[in-house]
């Protein structure tokens, strides 16, 4: 145990957070809640980033982009196998649906060469503003003001009652007066 009775992976799980977090407060984190000595730290990581998802626990190069990146390979094998099929089955289709069956591919080809245009446009700078919008969306969020209902024991129907006594003899005026009320707002 070192750094405030701390264990060694979360003692670099701080200074990790720390770095990619400057602006907040680690002990906002409950640690050891989270700690399993049997994971590592890429696990522990892991846990923590799911926990608390308001918080940056990944480099830019790290677990995001790398599962974009297979996931974008697997789009381009997809694609890549879709214009075999299509070529294959153009001589047995008949010709309409083999030219439906194109335009899909061709449309797809069309998409994904858009997406790559997008994505090279695209700098650490503009990340670095949505993830700052995405914050402070967030935290919109978490401050909205919801107003409760007011909750009344006397029904709007029924009179008032005043904090004070009317002066003697007047009690009929004063009675004549709410009632007048009470008709008008109904």
């Known amino acids: 145990m070192s750094e405030k009775g701390y264990p060694p992976l979360i003692v670099a799980l701080r200074k990790h957070f720390t770095r990619l977090n400057p602006d907040v407060d680690p002990e906002k984190i409950d640690w050891m809640s989270y700690y ?3 994971l590592s730290y890429s696990e522990l990581l892991d846990v923590f980033a799911k926990a608390y998802p308001e918080y940056r626990w990944y480099e830019y190069e790290t677990k995001p982009i790398a599962k974009k990146e297979v996931e974008e390979k697997e789009e381009e094998e997809t ?3 879709a214009e075999c099929v299509t070529e294959t089955l153009k001589e047995k289709l008949p010709p309409e649906e083999a030219e439906v069956l194109e335009k899909a591919v061709e449309y797809a080809k069309k998409y994904r060469q858009k997406y790559e245009e997008f994505k090279r446009k695209i700098t650490p ?3 670095k503003k949505v993830e700052e919008w995405e914050k402070a969306e967030k935290e919109a969020e978490r401050l909205k003001f919801v107003p409760k209902p007011l909750k009344t024991e006397v029904p709007v129907t ?4 005043f904090p004070f006594k009317p002066p003697e003899g007047t009690e009929a005026f004063y009675e004549e007066w709410m009632k007048s009320f009470k008709r008008k707002s109904i």
Do not use: G, V
């Open 36 to 38: 399993d000595e049997t």
């Open 79 to 81: 694609l890549k196998t």
């Open 125 to 127: 700078e503009t990340l």
């Open 158 to 161: 029924e009179l008032p009652t």
